[in-house]
């Protein structure tokens, strides 16, 4: 990947990788040519990948793992599937990670990867048996919709810089965001290159959006709506003094306090005049 470390100009350098991308580019990449293996030359090979894929069946029964897992599977009959998701993970991830941390960056991952099968899930019960058969993969994998999400981040976190996309059509942030659009656009008109099923991709936009940034949309949310609840405790609790009844009785509140004359105290005076035999003194406190 080239990108620019200044808004308008730079030189090409291939980002350094993090230790979540790397955890996950070697995940994808053993997944991958394993599962090949294993369909191509093992009679039941077939049955482990699909131990491990996502369908709409084995998600409404309770198997929610598998909205992760199926992230980590590319197509075991297409070498290009499984370079073409290494290198749109690596293509702009090492900056998310380098800004976000590990934490933060895996949970983008693994959320928009749930929710991309997800919104195919949900498309699948609305649509019904009328929709287009597209609308009802029997199965689903990929991390297309991570891919999404990562480029949507991205270009909105550097909407004036440039990369360069594919190594070589320089584009800035802005660009890039509407070429992704147009992808998932081009998803609905070719559903069958799209194995996490063709909405899937638009749940990765929404989580680039929302998620993106720092801090991110759905964290500003937070942030101000807990704000709103402080304030209104706040004043709550100013106002609440105001209306307790000041004739209540209070119990094991300490007496009133009572002025005492300052100055020096006579030795002779304090026996002529010893103060009342009362716990309620407070002279020393003067």
């Not at 934490?103 to 649509?127: E, N, Q, T, Y």
């Not at 990929?142 to 810089?161: F, N, Q």
């Not at 594919?166 to 081009?186: A, K």
Request: aromatic share 10%; charged share 15%; glycine share 10%.
């Amino acid at each position: 990947m080239s990108r620019f470390d200044r808004p308008d100009q730079g030189s090409f350098a291939l980002p350094r990788v993090g230790p979540a991308l790397k955890a996950v580019l070697i995940a994808i990449g053993v997944v991958g040519i394993v599962e090949s293996i294993l369909v191509a030359y093992v009679p039941n090979g077939p049955q482990y990948f699909a131990a491990l894929a996502c369908s709409k069946e084995q998600i409404l029964h309770g198997q929610i793992w598998r909205l992760f897992t199926a992230g980590l599977l590319t197509n075991p009959a297409s070498m290009g599937h499984l370079i073409f998701t290494l290198v749109g993970l690596y293509f702009l991830s090492p900056e998310l990670e380098k800004n976000w941390g590990t934490w933060r960056f895996i949970r983008f991952l693994l959320i928009s990867v749930a929710l991309g099968f997800l919104l195919s899930i949900a498309v699948d019960v609305i649509s019904g048996p009328a929709g287009p058969t597209f609308f009802h993969p029997p199965i689903m994998f990929g991390a297309g919709a991570a891919i999404t999400a990562v480029a949507i981040a991205w270009s909105e976190m550097h909407k004036t810089s440039q990369v360069q996309l594919f190594f070589f059509l320089p584009m800035t942030g802005r660009i890039l965001f509407w070429v992704t659009i147009g992808f998932c656009v081009l998803g609905l008109v070719y559903p069958t290159s799209v194995p996490e099923g063709a909405p899937a991709p638009f749940a990765g936009v929404l989580t680039g959006v929302l998620l993106g940034g720092t801090p991110s949309v759905m964290r500003t949310a937070w942030l101000h709506t807990k704000l709103v609840f402080l304030r209104r405790q706040g004043a709550a609790a100013n106002v609440r003094p105001l209306l307790r009844d000041p004739k209540a009785k209070r119990s094991g509140i300490a007496p009133p306090l009572r002025i005492v004359k300052g100055g020096i105290i006579e030795e002779d005076d304090d026996k002529k005049n010893p103060p009342p035999p009362t716990t309620k003194d407070k002279r020393y406190l003067n």
